[in-house]
């Protein structure tokens, strides 16, 4: 069975940093992109960035790019999101995402964590 | 390539059949997902690549379209269907619609 458990959320000042957590596991994680959404209280979602199944690659919107960084550990079946410069339109529930179908850049999403809420206030 | 979903707000009645539109900025080519997001839980995967049904959603979803134009139906609304439904494009990068809420009337 396909689980994605995130970790990490919390409330956080704004201009600091957090870092997300995705434990996977019921699946050969390193043949899948990955890719983080969010979602604001009440909003819509929010692609915020997708990663290839080595790493070398990685993509974002333009509201996150220089700011959040997506990483993976394959050998630890994990996915990471690093949120720097926090601002208080951040806050949202993050959820980490797997596609469908192993190593297609063309995705959907078919599998969801349970999310991990980010509260950026002072 | 950007997502406008309408109507916004959806009220209909228990066995009516339902149409949620999604439009592109551009041509998605058909790289198009629905989701389904009841309360309190992560969104569901209903259809992908414009009318594929995913395995185990029931035969009264289903999707259409072509283009920038892309369009949900629900041919018999049930109780259990009340939730938002967002599109989702996959042909340039990845990018959400703006969801409609449906409710029963």
């Known amino acids: 069975e396909v689980q994605l458990v995130e970790s990490g959320g919390g409330l956080v000042q704004p201009g600091r940093s957090l870092k997300l957590s995705c434990a996977a596991s019921g699946f050969t994680f390193s043949n899948y992109y990955m890719a983080w959404v969010r979602q604001a209280p009440k909003k819509g979602l929010e692609w915020v960035a997708t990663i290839s199944t080595s790493g070398s690659r990685t993509y974002y919107p333009d509201s996150v790019k220089g700011r959040f960084t997506i990483s993976r550990d394959n050998a630890k079946s994990s996915l990471y999101l690093q949120m720097n410069s926090l601002k208080s339109e951040d806050t949202a529930t993050y959820y980490c995402?797997?596609?469908?179908?192993?190593?297609?850049?063309?995705?959907?999403?078919?599998?969801w964590g349970q999310g991990t809420l980010v509260t950026v206030s002072s | 390539i950007q997502l406008t979903q309408s109507p916004s707000l959806l009220s209909a009645s228990v066995g009516d059949r339902v149409t949620l539109s999604c439009k592109g900025s551009q041509n998605i080519n058909n790289y198009l997902a629905w989701y389904q997001q009841k309360l309190g839980e992560a969104p569901k995967l209903l259809i992908y690549n414009t009318n594929s049904l995913q395995t185990g959603i029931p035969s009264r979803f289903s999707g259409s379209g072509s283009g920038t134009d892309y369009t949900l139906t629900i041919s018999s609304l049930q109780p259990e269907d009340v939730a938002t439904y967002f599109c989702y494009q996959y042909n340039n990068g990845w990018t959400f619609g703006g969801g409609t809420k449906l409710e029963l009337k």
């Open positions: 995402a797997r596609p469908d179908h192993p190593g297609m850049h063309r995705h959907w999403f078919a599998y």
